[in-house]
């Protein structure tokens, strides 16, 4: 979760995406029940890789 908190103050998108992926890494490492509360940061990703170019817009 710190990794998400992380993301937040970061000075490009680059290194927002960055650790909000970090988080994701570290949330797969831990049982379902925590992950679960993930699901948010799961669903913005998407508007960061799009916000980069990496996603069709």
């Excluded at 994701?24 to 916000?51: D, F, M, W």
Aim: contains cysteine; proline residues 9%.
């Amino acid at each position: 979760m710190a990794a998400h908190y992380l993301a937040r103050p970061q000075p490009t998108p680059e290194l927002t995406l960055h650790w909000n992926q970090e988080c994701l890494n570290r949330a797969n490492l831990v049982r379902h029940a925590v992950r679960a509360g993930l699901k948010g940061l799961a669903l913005i990703l998407p508007a960061y890789l799009t916000g980069l170019g990496l996603l069709p817009g």
